[in-house]
């Protein structure tokens, strides 16, 4: 764990990638999210059930992908703050 390059951006380490898995049908499917903003919206293209973030998550992602969305991979990897699942941390700017 020396030093890695990074790209401007988003660091490799982040996934952008995350299957989200209905919880009503089980029908599967894989997104890509966005990086700059929370998708709180996410309709199954199976059987039609609009899904929203669980209680506690920023996003959908967090709720119903097998991958959370890339601000909490940041802030798990202690590389960041969290997006709107911050509880009033100091900014940094
Ligand atoms: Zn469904």
């Given at each position: 764990?020396?030093?890695?390059?990074?790209?401007?951006?988003?660091?490799?380490?982040?996934?952008?990638?995350?299957?989200?898995?209905?919880?009503?049908?089980?029908?599967?499917?894989?997104?890509?999210?966005p990086t700059d903003a929370c998708q709180y919206i996410h309709v199954c293209a199976s059987c039609g059930i609009t899904l929203k973030p669980k209680p506690g998550d920023c996003?959908?992602?967090?709720?119903?992908?097998?991958?959370?969305?890339?601000?909490?991979?940041?802030?798990?990897?202690?590389?960041?703050?969290?997006?709107?699942?911050?509880?009033?941390?100091?900014?940094?700017?």
């Amino acid at each position: 764990m020396t030093d890695q390059a990074q790209p401007s951006g988003v660091s490799p380490a982040i996934v952008l990638q995350s299957t989200i898995t209905c919880p009503r049908c089980g029908h599967r499917s894989i997104h890509m999210m966005p990086t700059d903003a929370c998708q709180y919206i996410h309709v199954c293209a199976s059987c039609g059930i609009t899904l929203k973030p669980k209680p506690g998550d920023c996003c959908i992602y967090c709720s119903y992908g097998d991958v959370a969305c890339p601000p909490i991979q940041e802030e798990r990897a202690g590389l960041g703050d969290a997006c709107c699942h911050g509880s009033g941390a100091p900014g940094s700017d």
